[in-house]
């Protein structure tokens, strides 16, 4: 006698599911094809930046000569088609909330299925208040609550601010990034002997992580970790 299917083999049934990316058939987010070509980061990485390293080292040359207030990052994807368009998906107003949120499901699953930080408590890099109004969400945020379930890890969302407006980091030059984010971040608690864990859809140059962690460790944290869903590659040796 066969057995009864389950409820998710039911809703399949009744409403089949289709890759995020394609629109083909799929049994989860994504198509098996599309899942196959996500440009995963592989190879040796810088520890610290994870940037791509031709051999293994203690770390890239830029953060050789200039230690980042991170103490490493973590990122599975390369911000490179079709992951990118994921993160589009997910990360800009305008697409039905279901579909946002399986991009989000999706880009931390794929998160979750790589190398991951060990900490403490997860917390989602802010917002300014302007860019949240406009937005409507932080998609830092939603990329978190998944990671901190699964981790079983407390999510703060408070305790981090953004206390100054700054320019959007895509509408900038790689080299004008951390200026535009100096001082940017404050922590309103103490974060004294924690490891934090700093969650974002993308890394670029890691201004962002950098600052965010300057104002985590004057709170106390003794060590923060950068971890994003993609990672954006300068082009040329780090």
């Not at 791509?52 to 980042?68: M, R, S």
């Not at 993160?87 to 979750?112: H, I, N, T, Y």
């Amino acid at each position: 006698m066969p057995l009864p299917l389950s409820i998710d083999a039911w809703l399949n049934r009744l409403l089949p599911r289709v890759c995020l990316l394609c629109g083909d058939r799929a049994t989860g987010a994504l198509c098996a094809e599309c899942e196959a070509d996500l440009p995963r980061l592989a190879g040796p990485l810088c520890p610290v930046c994870a940037q791509p390293l031709e051999a293994p080292a203690p770390a890239c040359g830029a953060c050789l000569k200039q230690p980042p207030a991170f103490d490493a990052c973590f990122t599975p994807l390369q911000y490179a088609p079709p992951a990118d368009a994921l993160v589009r998906l997910f990360k800009f107003p305008g697409e039905p909330f279901a579909r946002r949120l399986a991009s989000a499901d999706c880009l931390a699953a794929a998160m979750l299925g790589g190398p991951r930080p060990a900490g403490d408590v997860i917390v989602p890099v802010p917002l300014s208040r302007a860019r949240l109004k406009e937005r409507g969400f932080n998609q830092a945020l939603e990329l978190a609550r998944p990671l901190a379930r699964a981790l079983m890890l407390p999510l703060d969302t408070t305790g981090l601010v953004r206390v100054r407006e700054t320019a959007p980091q895509s509408t900038l030059a790689w080299e004008e990034r951390a200026r535009n984010l100096r001082q940017a971040f404050l922590a309103e608690r103490s974060y004294a002997g924690l490891s934090v864990i700093l969650v974002d859809d993308v890394m670029t140059t890691g201004a962002t992580f950098d600052a965010a962690a300057s104002a985590l460790k004057a709170a106390g944290a003794v060590r923060v970790f950068g971890w994003s869903a993609t990672r954006a590659l300068k082009a040329g040796p780090p």
